[in-house]
């Protein structure tokens, strides 16, 4: 039987590494191996290797047979689906959030883009990043739908190493984030309920407008392109 402590270490070894791929630490197609791991969390090595188990299991570490342990390159197709399920479930969500919590939910968003437009001030990814998917989160915490929230986390991976890389081209400024997020929250403190969805849809698809451009400057990042 595994103790606490056992359990908490491999899910610390977990949570780690995972963070590392989702925010391109480790890089996808990247070798990897439980030495370096271990090295690098300062992490035992039995936590390490049930944490990659798992990984594998999430689809984020590829193992080659004769050959090692490799981060998984993105899975765009995943990541679109991913995309899909959140823009159709989100829009309910913020109606939701409007109807029941508009007077909650609007003190929070208007916290939230004070952070981001910090966080970009000071040029921040990992800040700028954390604020944006709290964004999100303050209309699902508002509709009561937290559960919705963090389930939709496990269908998520693939989509927020997408975005991840997005902060990571110059070319495409966080300033559009900030700035659609701007316009979300003048339609909800207008109670528009109808334009506040249709921008989240927008915010959303930004992903399909953007992909090309990603793909251009990682393009050994990615499977399932077409």
Same mark, same amino acid.
């Given at each position: 039987?595994?103790?606490?402590?056992?359990?908490?270490?491999?899910?610390?070894?977990?949570?780690?590494? =995972?963070?590392?791929?989702?925010?391109?630490?480790?890089?996808?197609?990247?070798?990897?191996?439980?030495?370096?791991?271990?090295?690098?969390?300062?992490?035992?090595? %039995?936590?390490?290797?049930?944490?990659?188990?798992?990984?594998? #299991?999430?689809?984020?570490?590829?193992?080659?047979?004769?050959?090692?342990?490799?981060?998984?390159?993105? +899975?765009?197709?995943?990541? #679109?689906?991913?995309?899909?399920?959140?823009?159709?479930?989100?829009?309910?969500?913020? =109606?939701?959030?409007?109807?029941?919590?508009?007077?909650?939910?609007?003190?929070?968003?208007?916290?939230?883009? #004070?952070?981001?437009?910090?966080?970009?001030? @000071?040029?921040?990814? @990992?800040?700028?990043?954390?604020?944006?998917?709290?964004?999100?989160?303050?209309?699902? %915490?508002?509709?009561?739908?937290?559960?919705?929230?963090?389930?939709? @986390?496990?269908?998520?991976?693939?989509? %927020?190493?997408?975005?991840?890389?997005?902060? #990571?081209?110059?070319?495409?400024?966080? @300033?559009?984030?900030? +700035?659609?997020?701007?316009?979300?929250?003048?339609?909800?403190?207008?109670?528009?309920?109808?334009?506040? %969805?249709?921008?989240?849809?927008?915010?959303?698809?930004?992903?399909?407008?953007?992909?090309?451009?990603?793909?251009?400057?990682?393009?050994?990042?990615?499977?399932?392109?077409?």
């Amino acid at each position: 039987m595994l103790t606490m402590n056992t359990t908490n270490m491999q899910r610390t070894a977990y949570e780690l590494i =995972k963070q590392k791929i989702l925010l391109a630490d480790y890089i996808p197609g990247q070798k990897i191996s439980e030495n370096m791991i271990t090295s690098d969390i300062d992490l035992g090595r %039995t936590p390490v290797r049930e944490a990659l188990i798992h990984l594998k #299991k999430d689809n984020l570490i590829d193992v080659v047979p004769q050959s090692g342990s490799y981060v998984a390159k993105i +899975d765009l197709e995943s990541a #679109k689906n991913a995309r899909f399920v959140r823009e159709n479930i989100e829009k309910e969500i913020v =109606k939701e959030a409007i109807t029941k919590n508009a007077m909650i939910v609007i003190p929070e968003l208007e916290r939230i883009i #004070k952070m981001q437009e910090y966080y970009y001030n @000071q040029n921040d990814a @990992q800040g700028f990043f954390a604020m944006d998917e709290e964004f999100h989160k303050a209309f699902y %915490t508002a509709a009561d739908k937290s559960q919705i929230w963090e389930w939709l @986390q496990i269908l998520n991976s693939q989509l %927020t190493r997408f975005r991840w890389l997005r902060l #990571k081209i110059t070319n495409l400024k966080w @300033q559009k984030l900030i +700035d659609q997020h701007l316009a979300i929250l003048k339609a909800v403190k207008a109670n528009d309920t109808p334009l506040a %969805t249709k921008l989240v849809v927008n915010h959303l698809h930004l992903m399909l407008e953007e992909q090309q451009t990603l793909i251009d400057a990682f393009p050994d990042y990615f499977i399932n392109i077409d």
